[in-house]
């Protein structure tokens, strides 16, 4: 079983920046993609980056350039670096690790982007 707690969201200026982080627990296989995924109000969940265990990344457009993703194996953690937020970028936003071919999801952090 593997437990994903996310912290680190909160409220925001526009223009401002925000790190996000997601603690694992639980069996991890050294395979496992780590990703975070964002819902907005009223909008679907979306993916928003992903990054893999040889450390690839991958960014929706709308966050290319202003978002960075990492990750840290020995921790079992992976972290949202988001800069330069817009108040679009509204939503909450959930940590996701793909390992042994589940999904675990955490119950999602709160970002809020206004002035």
């Known amino acids: 079983q593997v437990q994903l707690v996310e912290s680190g969201g909160g409220l925001v200026q526009p223009g401002g920046s925000l790190r996000l982080s997601c603690a694992a627990s639980?069996?991890?296989?050294?395979?496992?993609?780590m990703g975070w995924y964002r819902q907005a109000p009223g909008k679907l969940r979306e993916p928003v980056a992903f990054i893999t265990s040889d450390s690839s990344t991958n960014y929706a457009d709308s966050v290319k350039g202003r978002f960075t993703i990492s990750r840290d194996n020995a921790k079992l953690m992976v972290y949202l670096q988001m800069n330069s937020l817009r108040p679009e970028d509204t939503a909450v936003y959930y940590c996701?690790?793909?390992?042994?071919?589940?999904?675990?999801w955490g119950k999602g952090t709160l970002v809020i982007v206004s002035s």
């Open positions: 639980g069996s991890i296989s050294s395979g496992t993609v």
């Open positions: 996701n690790f793909v390992t042994r071919d589940i999904n675990y």
